[in-house]
């Protein structure tokens, strides 16, 4: 129930097309969705995130779809550029306690230029 | 990586021997975390530390132990490091604040255990 299962493993997205990324959790005590970008040789970082209250949330070209009925939320990066080249984890957390925050186990987006 | 330190970013150690990682932050944060990236797998938490001297295990605790004395250091530690230790070790520090969720990564730590 804990687990946040992520996919594709990996993908492969033209310039200027649109990259998306999917995930799926279990357990409904889930109130917070965060997306991390990671570049090799670097640590994650936040890219953009979500609380359940909303359907949907843009910044830039990033967006994250919720689907509460499904468990479900998805990135969708649009007019997706070489520079996003990068592994994205999809992640959940409880704003209580310890916070702790389950990772799915990545996505490994190429852009080709 | 502002405001967390990770030290070593790259040690080669063999079977058998002690290590210890360090991290480091100057937030003040109330939380600190150590997971581990390998492919495959994501990111697993390996023990947290929500306080001075206050810690508890992750999901991947074996073979690791952790100390927290000061609240801006947090200590892992390789009793005896094994081939399958071999990662990429990541600090995480978090406010703590209700709402303030965001967790934010050191640069990793690279281990490899010959």
């Known amino acids: 129930q804990q687990q946040v299962k992520q996919s594709p493993q990996s993908l492969i997205v033209q310039k200027g097309g649109i990259s998306i990324i999917n995930c799926a959790y279990e357990?409904?005590?889930?109130?917070?969705f965060p997306w991390y970008q990671q570049f090799p040789g670097k640590g994650p970082a936040l890219l953009i995130a979500?609380?359940?209250?909303?359907s949907e949330k843009k910044e830039g070209r990033f967006t994250i779809s919720f689907n509460k009925s499904a468990k479900q939320f998805s990135l969708h990066i649009m007019d997706s550029q070489p520079g996003d080249s990068a592994t994205y984890f999809c992640?959940?957390?409880?704003?209580?306690?310890?916070?702790?925050?389950?990772f799915g186990t990545g996505t490994r987006l190429k852009v080709l230029a | 990586d502002a405001g967390i330190t990770q030290s070593p970013r790259h040690k080669v150690t063999e079977t058998g021997t002690p290590v210890t990682l360090r991290c480091h932050q100057t937030e003040n944060h109330r939380y600190m975390y150590w997971y581990r990236q390998d492919p495959g797998h994501g990111l697993r938490l390996i023990h947290y530390s929500y306080g001075v001297k206050d810690t508890d295990k992750g999901e991947v605790s074996d073979g690791y132990s952790v100390s927290r004395s000061k609240t801006e250091d947090f200590l892992l530690t390789l009793e005896s490091a094994t081939s399958s230790q071999t990662s990429v070790y990541f600090c995480a520090i978090q406010p703590g604040d209700s709402g303030a969720n965001v967790l934010t990564f050191g640069a990793g730590s690279r281990l490899t255990v010959l």
């Open positions: 357990n409904t005590a889930f109130d917070y």
């Open positions: 979500i609380r359940p209250d909303v």
């Open positions: 992640a959940a957390s409880v704003s209580s306690g310890t916070y702790k925050y389950i």
